[in-house]
């Protein structure tokens, strides 16, 4: 009965085995970081130098390989299921808001898109996907930003297109789009911005009187 609903609907069946307590199932779609998109092929004890643990046998999608997930450190390495279909629209706001970390010194965004990439949440990598393709937008990016920033495209196409069973193709259009109205938003925030300070102070009420009465003992002398 629970093998015909879609793998995020149907109910965790946790099973304990040795170092931990499984929240996934054989057949389950989970998001491994920096990773993509995975299937849980196996659950099993396995015993390496000495030590029993539960492994998960996640083949990733992307290029069939097989990667093995200790249960009791699904936490450390983010393994997460698929967004939502609502976590999707709140994806693409996300990406369209015009909001675009600046961060001048290399050194230090290369560390602070790392720490996104491999954190686990798809928006982190949505911020990372912004604002490298924002910086490519004026200046040429190093080979490992170039490759960051088509690892945080492909993450967020490939999970997308899984949950609207969608084509990649699509997806990526949409988050094209996306990104395109978010760096017209950002243009257009900074252009108020500029325009707000270049704009004149608005004299105070009393301004124009004052500057009558001071301007009428010159015109008096002036007559005279």
């Not at 196996?42 to 130098?49: H, P």
């Not at 490298?132 to 490992?144: N, V």
């Not at 707000?196 to 004299?203: F, R, T, V, W, Y």
Request: with cysteine.
């Amino acid at each position: 009965m629970l093998q015909g609903l879609p793998a995020r609907n149907r109910p965790t069946i946790a099973r304990v085995l040795t170092g931990g307590t499984v929240t996934f199932e054989v057949g389950d779609k989970v998001i491994y970081p920096n990773h993509g998109l995975g299937i849980v092929e196996r659950i099993e004890d396995k015993t390496i130098l000495g030590t029993t643990c539960g492994f998960y046998h996640l083949r990733i999608v992307a290029n069939e390989t097989t990667v093995l997930v200790p249960v009791s450190n699904v936490d450390g390495v983010g393994l997460r299921r698929a967004i939502s279909d609502e976590d999707v629209e709140r994806l693409f706001d996300l990406l369209g808001d015009g909001k675009i970390d600046s961060h001048q010194n290399w050194k230090g965004r290369f560390k602070d898109n790392s720490d996104k990439m491999r954190s686990g949440s798809i928006y982190e990598v949505a911020d990372v996907l912004k604002n490298l393709t924002f910086l490519a937008k004026s200046k040429s990016l190093s080979f490992r930003e170039k490759r960051m920033l088509d690892r945080a495209k492909f993450l967020i196409i490939s999970e997308v297109s899984e949950v609207m069973r969608e084509t990649a193709a699509a997806i990526e259009v949409r988050v094209d789009h996306a990104l395109e109205r978010c760096f017209s938003t950002k243009a257009r925030t900074a252009a108020r911005a500029v325009a707000k300070i270049a704009k004149p102070a608005p004299l105070p009420a009393s301004a124009p009187r004052a500057q009558a009465a001071a301007a009428a003992p010159r015109r008096a002398a002036r007559a005279s």
